[in-house]
């Protein structure tokens, strides 16, 4: 060693040239993408504008978590493990050691969704995951398998399946939303025509309760339609449906309790109705699949397969916590959400109430306003008369101290330019009336601006 090691390092002449630098389009095209960028972005802007109200993050209002509930929870499992015979060999290893790859839950999980949901599966037709983050990825990994297969979504649509799928180099084809949502007419007709451009569409991804982002949800009978259409094309349904136990009222049947021809892969999370930290989701995925040599399987074991390449398995710990907090309501995750539920309707009639305060029917229909009215669920969508792009964001969050999202980062193609998506649900009550006076300030100042000579 050189007398020199032991000073601070001086400049090496021939680092330079012996550092590895990464060109980016060397690097996966994914890293590229605008959707990829979208929630650093609305991250990036709330930190810089620490005052501002934000409407953007779709998360859980947090005033209802209570830290020494874990320990409860943690305890309620260990005891529904003790009186199911296991061993405290058997329980310090279900806390500890890494656990089966499909998931030590799943028994809990298909009890609740029998119960709540009307869907009843076997415990080995799941398969518990990484947040639904996990379970899209795996069921877009395990669906599109070839150079001509192809995604199909509703858009406006959740950035987390577009994502996913750039991610892992899937085509992603969208079957626009009208006015008063989805229309399964739209659907035949998309997949029709990628069939007739020589591709395989294999799966449609749809939110069909309270949508993220534009807060629709889909009619019972369109949902029976839907059901038809998927059986006549031959296509499985990515259903996505995580707003429902958090929405007041009593809900519309899942898509996969109406399912009778295991047409449909239920993504599911615990997310938003038990535990946000947990990150703990699923995918009911019972449909068989034959290999050539005539051996059957279940799509929830190939699911499987992959995750162990990906995650390895779900914290049993996160587990342990989810599991204790449903069978603490003898498994109805609909009793936990019960407050909050009633909390989030109200946030949403609040905002609503006083959107129409701000800006009424007159004022709007002079500015070219609108905005739906979803009776559950966390976001809504309101049109404006100008761009709400990022710089208008920018004037929104510096100028008047709110933020929003824009709704064309939920358009895989393009489109909702004059859309914003307000998330209602992490706000109290107080931030709600002063945000939205906030907001409609914005939205007069650059509807004016709009108007103003030179201007589109």
Known sequence: MTARSHDRPGPDPDRAETEAVLRK?????????????????????????PDAISFAPGRPYDGFFDIEEIFKHIRRYLEYLEDGGASPADIRDALFQYGPTAGRIRDVIADSLRLDEGIDVSPESIVVTVGCQEAMLLAVRALIARPEDVLMVSSPCYVGITGAASVLGVEVAAVEEGADGFRCADLRAAVLAERAKGRNPRAFYVVPDHSNPSGTTMPLDTRRELLDVAAD?????????????????RQLPTLKSLDRRRRVVHLGSFSKTLFPGARVGFAVADQVVVDDAGHSSLLADELTKIKSMVTVNTSPLSQ??????????????????????????????????????????????????S????????FLTVNVPFRADTEALARSAGDFGVIWTPMSYFHPHGGGTRGIRLSTSYLTPDDIAEGITRFARFIEAEAGAADAPGKN
């Not at 031959?234 to 007041?248: G, K, Q, T």
């Not at 129409?356 to 070219?368: N, V």
């Open 25 to 49: 389009q060397h690097l996966h095209a994914s890293v590229a993408d605008p959707v990829l960028d979208t929630m650093t972005f609305l991250n990036e802007i709330t930190t810089r504008y």
């Open 233 to 249: 094309l031959d296509i499985l349904i990515l259903e996505d449906s995580p707003y429902r136990l958090v929405s007041p009222g």
């Open 320 to 369: 342990a916590v989810v599991a204790g907090m449903l069978l603490s309501a003898n498994g109805r995750a609909t009793d936990l959400n019960a407050k909050t539920s009633v909390y989030y309707g109200e946030a949403m009639r609040a905002t609503l109430q006083r959107l129409e305060a701000s800006l009424p029917a007159a004022r709007r229909a002079e500015l070219g306003v």
């Open 371 to 378: 905005w739906n009215e979803p009776e559950g669920g966390f």
